[in-house]
């Protein structure tokens, strides 16, 4: 399959280098000039649980001279960044171009359905880790999986060619129309962690140092997986409290996304999250406050960091 990847960071690199090892026809699309560079000149680093090898039959460009419009673009930038991505680079989105979002958060087939048709927009969810520890370098521990159904809910061969494509990748992805119940799942367990995190500059495992920490934690989540029922998705509230639980006591060293945007002095992802989320509970109108004060407080973090 011939497919783009626009936003090459740690997700994006880890998909295009498993992609293209599996024999597909990849271009990385990124703004991160270092990257881009050190890729052309060494390929890519990519440390997996099958060894680290270097993959060197990727094709690199920035959005802005990208020529070709892929069978599949798949959408990998921060969810803030897609809208400045996709309107750089639409030489990407031809007439019979699929485009798939896998990323966090609520409103991603909202934002690309403002540049692409929605019967041609796939989302989904992803459990895959991935870091970028230096430019040309992408690593990934630990095993993950893949849901996605196309945006308007309709049976597409779309569908089957990209869940093909992904899983000769090693990707284990499934075709899943129940995707919406994982994603409010996912965005429950991001908004209630990541948001403290980000605030307390806490690991996930130190959140547990007094007993506020996992109270919170599942006060948001109680509030989301209301809110998700209210809007019709059957999230299963038991089973995210058990991933909550795991979490604070598996993970105790785990620095979350956003509290690495915090610390790096990155804007995090907080809109697409907990933004989110008190933007549906007001439509409908419900009271989510301990996640709207999070939301609150990591807008304060961002603006400061990011000053
Ligand atoms: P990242 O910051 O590592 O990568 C994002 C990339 O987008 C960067 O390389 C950046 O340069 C690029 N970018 C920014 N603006 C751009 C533009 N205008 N044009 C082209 N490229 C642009 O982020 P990530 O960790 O790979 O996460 C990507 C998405 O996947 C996020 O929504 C995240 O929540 C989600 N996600 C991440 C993980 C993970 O383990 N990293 C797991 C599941 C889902």
Redesign the pocket.
């Known amino acids: 399959m011939d497919v783009a990847i626009?936003?090459?960071?740690?997700?994006?690199s880890l998909f295009g280098g498993l992609l293209a090892e599996a024999g597909h026809d990849v271009t990385l699309?990124?703004?991160?000039d270092a990257?881009l560079e050190a890729i052309r000149r060494d390929g890519l680093r990519m440390a997996t649980d099958a060894g680290e090898r270097v993959v060197t039959k990727l094709h690199v460009c920035r959005?802005e001279a990208a020529q070709r419009a892929p069978e599949l673009l798949i959408v990998?930038?921060?969810?803030m960044?897609t809208e400045?991505?996709l309107a750089?680079?639409s030489a990407l989105i031809g007439p019979h171009t699929t485009v798939l979002s896998?990323?966090?958060?609520l409103g991603n087939v909202e934002r690309l359905a403002r540049s692409v048709p929605r019967e041609r927009i796939l989302v989904g969810v992803?459990?895959?880790?991935?870091?970028?520890p230096a430019a040309g370098r992408v690593n990934s521990h630990g095993s993950g999986m893949i849901r996605l159904m196309s945006a308007d809910g309709e049976k597409r061969e779309s569908v089957l060619r990209t869940v093909a494509a992904l899983n000769s990748a090693g990707l284990a992805c499934s075709a899943d129309t129940d995707v919406w119940i994982t994603i409010w799942e996912k965005v429950a367990f991001n908004a209630a962690l990541n948001s403290l995190c980000a605030v307390t500059q806490c690991t996930v495992g130190e959140l547990s140092n007094v007993p506020d920490g996992p109270e919170l934690a599942l006060k948001i989540v109680a509030e989301v997986a209301a809110l998700a029922r209210t809007s019709g998705v059957a999230v299963d509230e038991a089973h995210i409290v058990d991933n909550v639980r795991h979490a604070l006591a598996n993970h105790r060293s785990h620095r979350p996304?956003m509290l690495q945007d915090v610390l790096a002095g990155r804007k995090t992802?907080i809109e697409a999250i907990n933004g989110a989320v008190v933007e549906a509970a007001r439509a409908v109108p419900m009271a989510v406050p301990c996640t709207q004060t999070l939301l609150q407080l990591v807008r304060l973090v961002d603006a400061s960091a990011t000053r």
């Open positions: 626009l936003g090459a960071g740690a997700m994006g699309v990124d703004i991160d990257h959005p990998f930038t921060k969810t960044h400045a991505a750089a680079a896998l990323q966090n958060g992803t459990t895959w880790p991935a870091d970028k996304s992802e």
